[in-house]
T-cell receptor, first 115, second 115 residues
Framework: DQQVKQNSPSLSVQEGRISILNCDYTNSMFDYFLWYKKYPAEGPTFLISISSIKDKNEDGRFTVFLNKSAKHLSLHIVPSQPGDSAVYFCAARPPAGGSNYKLTFGKGTLLTVNP | KAGVTQTPRYLIKTRGQQVTLSCSPISGHRSVSWYQQTPGQGLQFLFEYFSETQRNKGNFPGRFSGRQFSNSRSEMNVSTLELGDSALYLC??????????????FGPGTRLTVL
């Protein structure tokens, strides 16, 4: 059972426009969410995160929105740049201290930003 | 500070063989997690080691095992390889376990191909 779902395997946008990557989760115990970016031949790198007590977190061109009632989060990149072309993974975890404290990842979305 | 290193970077094995992958965490990091990345399943958690003890385990068969040494270096072993074990195996380190997993640093991975 896929607890974290990224239903779009790929997304293509024009340079300068907004990129919106979506992620849905099914486990209501998740209370912390992260986005990772992965270039080919490299490991994933942490991008931005959000706690379930917030509905928005912003870091430069990157903003993550969380809709707890819909169990949905999205990553907005504005403006998109060709260097943003990578695979983006959504991840989630339950509260700290539990026995199942681990990150659960989605399958990833390949973002291509065209010049 | 050097990043997470994984050796070897590429490996080709045949069905039925066994393989050992190595991970050296960032200096001072005591937690090491292993993930399997495949195109169809994304990143799947294998296990986490902290202070030479397995802290958490994903849903993989017993053919997948690991260990951690006193210097925090970790090895992962897969016995009786199957074609479906072909994947990118990623190692990630963090300072400690628990909430510190939120800031894991990934290595570049070992690409395993099983023929």
């Amino acid at each position: 059972d896929q607890q974290v779902k990224q239903n779009s395997p790929s997304l293509s946008v024009q340079e300068g426009r907004i990129s919106i990557l979506n992620c849905d989760y099914t486990n209501s115990m998740f209370d912390y969410f992260l986005w990772y970016k992965k270039y080919p031949a490299e490991g994933p790198t942490f991008l931005i995160s959000i706690s379930s007590i917030k509905d928005k977190n912003e870091d430069g061109r990157f903003t993550v929105f969380l809709n707890k009632s819909a169990k949905h989060l999205s990553l907005h990149i504005v403006p998109s740049q060709p260097g943003d072309s990578a695979v983006y993974f959504c991840a989630a975890r339950p509260p700290a201290g539990g026995s199942n404290y681990k990150l659960t990842f989605g399958k990833g979305t390949l973002l291509t930003v065209n010049p | 500070k050097a990043g997470v290193t994984q050796t070897p970077r590429y490996l080709i094995k045949t069905r039925g063989q066994q393989v050992t992958l190595s991970c050296s965490p960032i200096s001072g990091h005591r937690s090491v997690s292993w993930y399997q990345q495949t195109p169809g399943q994304g990143l799947q958690f294998l296990f986490e080691y902290f202070s030479e003890t397995q802290r958490n385990k994903g849903n993989f068969p017993g053919r997948f095992s690991g260990r951690q040494f006193s210097n925090s270096r970790s090895e992962m072993n897969v016995s009786t390889l199957e074609l479906g074990d072909s994947a990118l195996y990623l190692c990630a380190s963090s300072l400690t376990s628990g909430r510190a997993l939120d800031t894991q640093y990934f290595g570049p991975g070992t690409r395993l191909t099983v023929l």
